[in-house]
């Protein structure tokens, strides 16, 4: 899957620059969500389906000649609804919608080294991996809350928290959520409130499914 990945994207690149639109062209290389296994991540915590770091943090490469400098690297957190209004910004589009996301084309640049204070939301309404035995979910309904160095987890399955300062424990193994009430507070009220800006569906009981 390596060497195919390789080759496509090698394919991609011969042709954009046979078609001679390789000096204008931007080519960004993502992926959907983190690694599928743990030894994949660079020592974060969990992978794919989770909502900790090593479920959550995927590449991101820009590749824009005489637009963004080669080697060039920025740690400004993004999210995948930012990619829209970049594009829009860079083709003039009119009436662009956001999709509440934020043109990152200052970064790609240079022109700014961060996009400034801002909560990131990410509304992942999933469940999977049942326990037979505890009737518990290994991945139960999750919204994230990011802001700053900080990050809140929400399970409104189990009304359960947890909150992490990325800056100093990258690796999400100490929850403080007990620990800085205030700053847990402040984020449990500012995730409500966005969720309710956005109009997410809220939980449900389903009366035609029971876990047993």
């Avoid at 000649?65 to 060039?72: D, E, F, L, R």
């Avoid at 690297?73 to 594009?87: A, E, T, Y």
């Avoid at 309710?196 to 009981?205: F, G, Q, R, V, Y």
Wanted: aromatic share 10%.
């Amino acid at each position: 899957m390596t060497k195919l990945l390789d080759d496509c994207v090698g394919s991609l690149m011969s042709k954009v620059k046979k078609l001679g639109i390789d000096e204008n062209t931007l080519i960004i290389f993502t992926s959907d969500n983190g690694a599928f296994k743990e030894i994949y991540t660079g020592g974060l915590r969990a992978s794919k389906g989770d909502t900790y770091e090593g479920g959550m943090r995927v590449p991101y490469i820009f590749s824009w000649p005489g637009k963004i400098a080669a080697g060039s690297q920025c740690n400004d957190r993004i999210i995948g609804v930012d990619i829209f209004p970049k594009l829009a910004k860079i083709i003039n589009a009119k009436n662009e919608q956001t999709q509440g996301g934020k043109s990152i084309l200052p970064l790609l640049t240079g022109e700014k080294s961060s996009l400034g204070k801002r909560s990131i939301l990410c509304y992942f309404p999933k469940y999977a991996r049942l326990s037979k035995k505890t009737k518990i979910w290994a991945q139960s309904w999750r919204n994230v809350i990011y802001e700053g160095d900080y990050k809140l987890i929400e399970y409104p399955e189990y009304n359960k928290y947890e909150m992490f300062n990325l800056k100093e424990d990258e690796t999400e193994s100490k929850n403080i959520f007990k620990t800085e009430p205030d700053k847990a507070q402040y984020l449990k009220n500012k995730l409500a409130k966005k969720l309710i800006e956005i109009k997410a569906p809220k939980m449900e009981l389903n009366p035609n499914y029971n876990l047993e």
